[in-house]
């Protein structure tokens, strides 16, 4: 969670509360971390469907400026993501 806070600080976010949505999955150690805990195979569907340069997230904002400029699509991909991710047995 710290790593999250000192990204989300160095990005300026201004947002009231750390929402799912507003995850830095884009910053390369707040990912990691979060990947980690889901095992492998997990960082070809985050940067092909939730948040990269590549991902399809990305592409739509790029297409559809009211999207992108409130970076709609990414943050519905992690909210989604977080809340469907596979929770490791106990």
Do not use: C
Not at 57 to 72: D, N, P
């Amino acid at each position: 969670m710290a790593k999250v806070i000192f990204r989300l600080w160095q990005d300026n976010n201004k947002d009231l509360m750390i929402l799912p949505g507003s995850l830095p999955l884009y910053d390369g150690s707040a990912r990691n971390e979060l990947i980690y805990y889901l095992g492998a195979g997990w960082d070809a569907v985050m940067d092909r469907d939730i948040d990269g340069e590549k991902a399809e997230t990305t592409m739509l904002e790029a297409k559809e400026t009211r999207f992108g400029s409130v970076q709609a699509a990414r943050r519905v991909a992690r909210t989604v993501f977080l809340s469907s991710a596979p929770h490791p047995q106990a």
